[in-house]
């Protein structure tokens, strides 16, 4: 027997990946004839190295590229830089390094450590977001937008944060803080640009429903951002009318509950607020109370509820004479519904709890099914559930949502200002994207501000407008608005004096429409449509849970703005999407209340107890829980370290082995070491077979047995439940059947056999799909088994071997064997067994033979596969 030597991964791997470059495997034609599929993950924001998130994302991306490949498909697989953001600036005031040198050094470093994993991407599409190029075309994107009435510019309340100097989406501010810097968020006027993404509020959502291959999760949470609701504005008359309006309109969607109405409540930045704060000083103040507070909503729902009452009245809309109270109240937003509600103390809440503290009324309206109206009382919870009407007049007796349409119906009926008294409306919580970030590392926004002309697009012409090289990060702000030459420019119209915007888009707009761009990444305009539309929608977009709303909600309405601007053909970015789980490990904490990383602690196990200690001290080390990997908690693990130290095909085995794809994986020491030696054992399988097997292109054997077709049909098993396996992204299924069809022909495979033998000729067939099936998962192992096998090209432009279906099916089948009508037995035959070979067997059979009494049967009736009726 011959001995092979190990499987020296670092050194394979570099060959290989050197091999696939050499002949652009990977690269993807957009005129090839194949049928296209297209194979995303998120691509990574250049921080400086790859984690282990990144390795199981892309691992699993490849194998369903390398998988696709191979089943004929023409794969586009493609990696880029989402490069924008403030991470470079951070670096940049306190490394003083360049923002963009700090990114393009980082880019090199996570280009060199992806290329080291042998993923299977088209290097020659890559771009990152911070290339000229890339944000060129998305200047005239927004310029499109822009021409569309797609983006406008409007002041809005803002969200300040201000340590970081710059405006944050309302998702950024997380407990009233700055999601990266944890400053607490001011409020500030600005004028911003925002995207109407509230145009698409209706499509966004119904659309929804057709996006039958993402996580149900995920289209959920969707549902839940965009937040419709079907409900009735109202008007009330201010009664007696004064000189701040003559009337307040409300948003509600429980117009059932308006018998039940004891106050109105206004928005502190209502105009009627803002009017009547304007001669009540007690007012004026709790106003800019209110303002210092903020409005995101994680502030509002946990702030006390606050109001202020501004001695005005309405008139009840259905209760002739009943006059209700007008508060200005910190919890009613403006940016929602008309900015003013009516407030239900019994049914709501907010409401109740405002009540109880300004000593409102509390009118149940809403009778819960088992109650008794004479004695149900609301105490400190409201009602919220369903019932009968109560104490309403003409609705009484009637259900929720038949009140809800009799108040309507009314309402619509009645006039007040000579317009209906209410109107059925429905309300989306999405609000317009607020693009604008006062930043310097960011796209600019292609508009001149003239005092003149207004606002002025820069001609497309003049694009790109490029971001100046030349700036200083001694103050904190954007550099751009002190820049001296930049920001001073001719006006495109009239060329008097004028100054460029200098906000620079949320880096959001680019990660919006990337996946798009990488179909023709060096179109002199942002798509060519025709392009576009072949490739997407992506087939199997994979990506993190994290990016489940706003990424994926900004792409589709991307998508949908592009379609109405001509750029590309379709309404939805992500046929497929998966979102895998995190990678975590064990946290390891000192005496001293200081994290240990896994690389400084050693482990020991002893009677099924393990203990950690400090490698540098010696020192006892406390294990504690599992936690997603994280800097700050120090229990990462450097992919490049176990890539240089086993082999990056160690790394991907262990990332899809250990736990279906969307939960999370633990990683550890144990779990890596097992990855390997199935590396090793795979390899010695095929290094110490592969003499004794004939050449490349014998054919297996058709009629095999014994242990030839065993071989054979543990193959093309596996094979077949492989392919159902990927196809629903279940690698760790695909990675369990791998191990058993290697024990099954390292079994095989110890048996002597002859080089022409029907055992050599199956283990030819069975090894080189084994080798196959492992391709999209271990490529360079999988080439080098190949190589071993005595194969000339390169594994990975193989197609896909063909599973033989019949040899799927249970070789042998059991009849029941009849004797005039009565089951006297069974015989055990071949599937395929000719009717006079089973004939011959059935009446072999001595309780047959006996029922028989020694005669030869009449007849004998064979059907195949199900029973033998023998007649005496
Ligand atoms: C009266 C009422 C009675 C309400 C009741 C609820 C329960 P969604 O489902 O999110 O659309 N509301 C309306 N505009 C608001 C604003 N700008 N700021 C704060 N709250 C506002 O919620 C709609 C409900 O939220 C509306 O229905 C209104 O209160 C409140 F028993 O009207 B309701
Ligand atoms: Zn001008």
Same mark, same amino acid.
């Given at each position: 027997?011959?001995?092979?030597?190990?499987?020296?991964?670092?050194?394979?791997?570099?060959?290989?990946?050197?091999?696939?470059?050499?002949?652009?495997?990977?690269?993807?034609?957009?005129?090839?004839?194949?049928?296209?599929?297209?194979?995303?993950?998120?691509?990574?924001?250049?921080?400086?190295?790859?984690?282990?998130?990144?390795?199981?994302?892309?691992?699993?991306?490849?194998?369903?590229?390398?998988?696709?490949?191979?089943?004929?498909?023409?794969?586009?697989?493609?990696?880029?830089?989402?490069?924008?953001?403030?991470?470079?600036?951070?670096?940049?005031?306190?490394?003083?390094?360049?923002?963009?040198?700090?990114?393009?050094?980082?880019?090199?470093?996570?280009?060199?450590?992806?290329?080291?994993?042998?993923?299977?991407?088209?290097?020659?599409?890559?771009?990152?977001?911070?290339?000229?190029?890339?944000?060129?075309?998305?200047?005239?994107?927004?310029?499109?937008?822009?021409?569309?009435?797609?983006?406008?510019?409007?002041?809005?309340?803002?969200?300040?944060?201000?340590?970081?100097? &710059?405006?944050?989406?309302?998702?950024?501010?997380?407990?009233?803080?700055?999601?990266?810097?944890?400053?607490?968020?001011?409020?500030?006027?600005?004028?911003?640009?925002?995207?109407?993404?509230?145009?698409?509020?209706?499509?966004?959502?119904?659309?929804?429903?057709?996006?039958?291959?993402?996580?149900?999760?995920?289209?959920?949470?969707?549902?839940?951002?965009?937040?419709?609701?079907?409900?009735?504005?109202?008007?009330?008359?201010?009664?007696?009318?004064?000189?701040?309006?003559?009337?307040?309109?409300?948003?509600?969607?429980?117009?059932?509950?308006?018998?039940?109405?004891?106050?109105?409540?206004?928005?502190?930045?209502?105009?009627?607020?803002?009017?009547?704060?304007?001669?009540?000083?007690?007012?004026?103040?709790?106003?800019?109370?209110?303002?210092?507070?903020?409005?995101? =909503?994680?502030?509002?729902?946990?702030?006390?509820?606050?109001?202020?009452?501004?001695?005005?009245?309405?008139?009840?809309?259905?209760?002739?004479?009943?006059?209700?109270?007008?508060?200005?109240?910190?919890?009613?937003?403006?940016?929602?519904?008309?900015?003013?509600?009516?407030?239900?103390?019994?049914?709501?809440?907010?409401?109740?709890?405002?009540?109880?503290?300004?000593?409102?009324?509390?009118?149940?309206?809403?009778?819960?099914?088992?109650?008794?109206?004479?004695?149900?009382?609301?105490?400190?919870?409201?009602?919220?559930?369903?019932?009968?009407?109560?104490?309403?007049?003409?609705?009484?007796?009637?259900?929720?949502?038949?009140?809800?349409?009799?108040?309507?119906?009314?309402?619509?009926?009645?006039?007040?200002?000579?317009?209906?008294?209410?109107?059925?409306?429905?309300?989306?919580?999405?609000?317009?994207?607020?693009?604008?970030?006062?930043?310097?590392?960011?796209?600019?926004?292609?508009?001149?501000?003239?005092?003149?002309?207004?606002?002025?697009?820069?001609?497309?012409?003049?694009?790109?407008?490029?971001?100046?090289?030349?700036?200083?990060?001694?103050?904190?702000?954007?550099?751009?608005?002190?820049?001296? &030459?930049?920001?001073?420019?001719?006006?495109?119209?009239?060329?008097?004096?004028?100054?460029?915007?200098?906000?620079?888009?949320?880096?959001?707009?680019?990660?919006?429409?990337?996946?798009?761009?990488?179909?023709?990444?060096?179109?002199?305009?942002?798509?060519?449509?025709?392009?576009?539309?072949?490739?997407?929608?992506?087939?199997?977009?994979?990506?993190?849970?994290?990016?489940?709303?706003?990424?994926?909600?900004?792409?589709?309405?991307?998508?949908?703005?592009?379609?109405?601007?001509?750029?590309?053909?379709?309404?939805?970015?992500?046929?497929?999407?998966? &979102?895998?789980?995190?990678?975590?490990?064990?946290?390891?904490?000192?005496?001293?209340?200081?994290?240990?990383?896994?690389?400084?602690?050693?482990?020991?196990?002893?009677?099924?107890?393990?203990?950690?200690?400090?490698?540098?001290?010696?020192?006892?080390?406390?294990?504690?829980?599992?936690?997603?990997?994280?800097?700050?908690?120090?229990?990462? =693990?450097?992919?490049?370290?176990?890539?240089?130290?086993?082999?990056?095909?160690?790394?991907?085995?262990?990332?899809?082995?250990?736990?279906?794809?969307?939960?999370?994986?633990?990683?550890?020491?144990?779990?890596?070491?097992?990855?390997?030696?199935?590396?090793?054992?795979?390899?010695?399988?095929?290094?110490?077979?592969?003499?004794?097997?004939?050449?490349?292109?014998?054919?297996?054997?058709?009629?095999?047995?014994?242990?030839?077709?065993?071989?054979?049909?543990?193959?093309?098993?596996?094979?077949?439940?492989?392919?159902?396996?990927?196809?629903?992204?279940?690698?760790?299924?695909?990675?369990?059947?791998?191990?058993?069809?290697?024990?099954?022909?390292?079994?095989?495979?110890?048996?002597?056999?002859?080089?022409?033998?029907?055992?050599?000729?199956?283990?030819?067939?069975?090894?080189?799909?084994?080798?196959?099936?492992?391709?999209?998962?271990?490529?360079?192992?999988?080439?080098?088994?190949?190589?071993?096998?005595?194969?000339?090209?390169?594994?990975?432009?193989?197609?896909?071997?063909?599973?033989?279906?019949?040899?799927?099916?249970?070789?042998?089948?059991?009849?029941?064997?009849?004797?005039?009508?009565?089951?006297?037995?069974? =015989?055990?035959?071949?599937?395929?067994?000719?009717?006079?070979?089973?004939?011959?067997?059935?009446?072999?059979?001595?309780?047959?033979?006996?029922?028989?009494?020694?005669?030869?049967?009449?007849?004998?009736?064979?059907?195949?596969?199900?029973? =033998?009726?023998?007649?005496?």
């Amino acid at each position: 027997m011959t001995t092979t030597e190990r499987y020296n991964a670092p050194e394979a791997e570099g060959r290989w990946q050197a091999a696939w470059a050499a002949a652009e495997v990977f690269r993807t034609e957009n005129d090839d004839p194949r049928p296209p599929y297209y194979v995303l993950e998120m691509f990574p924001y250049p921080s400086g190295r790859i984690h282990m998130g990144h390795v199981r994302n892309y691992t699993m991306g490849d194998v369903v590229a390398r998988y696709k490949r191979a089943r004929g498909f023409n794969v586009l697989h493609p990696m880029g830089w989402d490069a924008f953001g403030m991470p470079a600036e951070n670096a940049a005031m306190q490394n003083k390094v360049h923002p963009k040198a700090w990114t393009y050094d980082n880019i090199a470093t996570m280009r060199a450590q992806l290329k080291s994993m042998g993923l299977s991407l088209d290097w020659s599409r890559e771009f990152a977001t911070c290339d000229v190029a890339y944000y060129h075309r998305q200047q005239e994107l927004f310029l499109d937008f822009l021409a569309a009435g797609l983006a406008y510019r409007r002041t809005s309340k803002v969200n300040w944060d201000p340590v970081d100097q &710059t405006v944050l989406a309302n998702e950024q501010v997380i407990d009233g803080r700055g999601w990266r810097s944890g400053a607490l968020v001011e409020q500030r006027e600005l004028t911003q640009w925002f995207l109407r993404i509230t145009d698409y509020a209706e499509d966004l959502l119904t659309a929804l429903d057709g996006l039958d291959r993402w996580p149900e999760k995920v289209r959920l949470m969707q549902k839940n951002w965009i937040g419709r609701s079907e409900g009735l504005r109202v008007r009330f008359a201010l009664t007696p009318p004064t000189n701040v309006g003559t009337s307040v309109e409300v948003f509600t969607t429980r117009p059932d509950t308006l018998f039940g109405a004891s106050f109105l409540a206004l928005s502190p930045d209502h105009p009627v607020a803002k009017a009547a704060a304007e001669t009540d000083g007690g007012l004026a103040e709790f106003v800019a109370e209110c303002r210092r507070m903020g409005t995101s =909503v994680a502030v509002l729902e946990t702030a006390e509820k606050k109001g202020y009452d501004t001695g005005l009245t309405v008139e009840h809309p259905l209760i002739p004479g009943r006059r209700l109270p007008v508060y200005v109240a910190n919890f009613v937003l403006m940016e929602y519904g008309t900015g003013a509600i009516f407030g239900c103390p019994a049914h709501d809440q907010r409401d109740l709890e405002f009540a109880r503290k300004y000593g409102l009324p509390v009118i149940p309206v809403v009778l819960p099914p088992d109650a008794d109206a004479a004695t149900f009382a609301i105490g400190d919870e409201p009602y919220v559930g369903d019932g009968r009407l109560y104490n309403s007049d003409f609705l009484d007796g009637l259900s929720v949502p038949e009140a809800k349409d009799a108040v309507a119906r009314r309402l619509e009926g009645e006039t007040l200002d000579g317009a209906p008294q209410g109107a059925r409306q429905v309300n989306y919580r999405l609000r317009d994207w607020g693009i604008s970030r006062q930043r310097y590392w960011g796209c600019p926004i292609p508009v001149i501000h003239c005092a003149e002309c207004g606002v002025v697009p820069v001609p497309k012409a003049d694009l790109p407008v490029q971001l100046p090289d030349d700036i200083d990060f001694d103050k904190p702000g954007n550099p751009l608005d002190r820049h001296p &030459t930049w920001r001073n420019v001719a006006c495109p119209q009239c060329k008097g004096p004028a100054r460029r915007e200098t906000d620079t888009m949320d880096t959001f707009v680019d990660s919006s429409w990337y996946f798009a761009r990488f179909t023709a990444p060096n179109a002199a305009t942002p798509t060519e449509p025709a392009v576009a539309d072949r490739w997407l929608p992506v087939d199997q977009y994979i990506g993190g849970i994290e990016h489940a709303i706003l990424h994926l909600l900004y792409s589709r309405f991307f998508v949908r703005a592009m379609k109405a601007t001509g750029h590309i053909g379709l309404d939805e970015p992500f046929a497929g999407l998966f &979102t895998q789980g995190m990678v975590v490990h064990e946290t390891y904490k000192r005496a001293d209340g200081t994290f240990a990383s896994p690389a400084e602690i050693d482990i020991t196990e002893e009677g099924g107890e393990r203990r950690a200690v400090d490698r540098a001290t010696g020192q006892a080390v406390a294990i504690g829980s599992i936690e997603k990997m994280s800097k700050s908690k120090r229990n990462t =693990v450097d992919p490049s370290d176990i890539i240089a130290g086993y082999g990056a095909d160690t790394a991907r085995w262990f990332m899809l082995s250990d736990s279906p794809p969307e939960r999370d994986v633990i990683w550890t020491e144990d779990g890596v070491a097992g990855a390997q030696r199935f590396v090793q054992r795979a390899w010695r399988l095929v290094a110490e077979t592969a003499p004794k097997l004939p050449p490349v292109g014998t054919a297996a054997p058709a009629a095999a047995e014994g242990t030839a077709f065993d071989v054979r049909k543990a193959a093309h098993k596996a094979l077949a439940a492989i392919e159902d396996d990927i196809e629903q992204l279940a690698f760790n299924r695909a990675v369990a059947r791998l191990h058993e069809l290697v024990n099954v022909l390292a079994r095989a495979a110890q048996e002597p056999f002859e080089v022409t033998s029907p055992l050599a000729a199956s283990l030819r067939e069975a090894l080189e799909m084994l080798v196959q099936a492992l391709a999209p998962m271990m490529p360079h192992l999988a080439e080098e088994c190949w190589s071993a096998l005595g194969h000339a090209r390169l594994v990975a432009t193989q197609g896909w071997p063909t599973v033989d279906r019949s040899l799927l099916l249970e070789d042998v089948v059991v009849l029941p064997v009849q004797v005039n009508g009565k089951r006297r037995g069974e =015989v055990t035959v071949r599937r395929d067994a000719a009717t006079a070979d089973v004939e011959a067997a059935a009446l072999a059979l001595d309780e047959v033979r006996r029922h028989l009494d020694g005669r030869a049967p009449k007849k004998v009736i064979v059907v195949p596969q199900r029973i =033998v009726n023998v007649v005496g």
